[in-house]
């Protein structure tokens, strides 16, 4: 749809930079070029995730949220997909 009005990933770049920085994904002027490229960082959490899950015995629920609160923080939050969507 953006395509065929002509409407391109970087005519959002005001808006998309401005979102990820007051949401927490990204660091100011730190955005990607690519918002696609955001997928590294959901990669990396899963990572994280499964090492934390290797190292535990005790799988409650509290001790995972504890021991693991940084990379379900990224796979639990939806403003990615904003970016992503304006991306594809």
Not at 23 to 39: E, F, N, R, S, V
């Amino acid at each position: 749809m953006f395509s065929r009005a002509e409407v391109f990933p970087e005519d959002f770049r005001f808006w998309t930079t401005s979102f990820a920085e007051s949401h927490g994904i990204c660091d100011k002027d730190q955005m990607p070029d690519d918002p696609l490229d955001l997928w590294a960082d959901v990669d990396d959490a899963i990572n994280d995730l499964e090492i934390t899950l290797d190292q535990r015995v005790d799988h409650s629920f509290f001790k995972l949220l504890n021991g693991a609160a940084s990379p379900l923080a990224v796979l639990t939050g939806c403003e990615r997909m904003a970016l992503w969507g304006l991306a594809a």
